[in-house]
């Protein structure tokens, strides 16, 4: 059964500093991952996703992944925090490249410091 | 650690039937629960916040009448999905948390195929 951990349940840091989301998960066959946010009252919204291909991947609101198959990590980055980017952020693994039949991590709240 | 069970993992039903997924906080009692809805290769979209004892607050666009949610206890919300049609065929998937302040925990999803 695939599993996906998130070892940091709360992280703060201060606005302008760099940040780095763990992900760790486990499965047994090419995994698809994704990252989500979820910012207070809404939804989930995509971040960036792996398939295949350059294993550092680019999302949205300068977020980026790197994917480790040797560490079975898929950490999420970003160089210089937002206030506006203080949410709940879930790493997840799925079947496919649909991101169908999901696992999400636990989540990791981000608070962000002035 | 706190776990959310969804049942059933995937079902599949004829046209014009209806569909009861449950979504049940196995050791934790869940204020608020949600449910998504995801589309081939899409993101999940949020379809509906759910808070204990009061009528759920459905987002933009998602039809009440034919997404009914109830989450009449702490720890149980269900989402009927009413004369279902295959353009309802998706991955719905709910999450819980027990505080607005505390982590949110994911059901494993349903698989819901309409022929």
């Known amino acids: 059964a695939q599993s996906v951990t998130q070892p940091d349940i709360h992280i703060t840091v201060s606005e302008g500093a760099s940040l780095e989301l763990r992900c760790n998960y486990s499965y047994g066959a090419t995994p698809y991952l994704f990252w989500y946010v979820q910012s207070p009252g809404q939804g989930l919204q995509l971040l960036l996703k792996y398939f295949s291909g350059d294993t550092l991947v680019q999302g949205i609101k300068g977020f980026e992944a790197e994917f480790k198959r040797s560490q079975s990590s898929f950490n999420l980055r970003k160089p210089s925090v937002h206030w506006s980017d203080a949410a709940e952020y879930f790493c997840a693994v799925g079947y496919n490249n649909a991101g169908n039949m999901l696992t999400f991590g636990g989540g990791t709240r981000l608070m962000v410091k002035p | 650690g706190a776990v959310v069970s969804q049942h059933p993992s995937r079902v599949i039903c004829k046209s014009g039937t209806s569909v009861k997924i449950e979504c049940r906080s196995l050791?934790?009692?869940?204020?608020?629960m949600f449910w998504y809805r995801q589309f081939p290769k899409q993101s999940l979209m949020l379809m509906a916040t759910?808070?204990?004892?009061?009528?759920?607050?459905?987002e933009q666009g998602v039809e009440k009448d034919k997404f009914l949610i109830n989450h009449a206890s702490l720890t149980l919300s269900t989402l009927t999905v009413t004369s279902a049609h295959p353009e309802d065929s998706s991955f719905y998937i709910c999450?819980?948390?027990?505080?607005?302040?505390?982590?949110?925990?994911f059901g494993s999803g349903t698989q819901l195929s309409v022929l």
């Open positions: 759910s808070n204990e004892g009061s009528k759920a607050t459905y």
């Open positions: 999450s819980a948390r027990r505080t607005p302040n505390e982590k949110l925990f």
């Open positions: 050791d934790f009692q869940a204020t608020t």
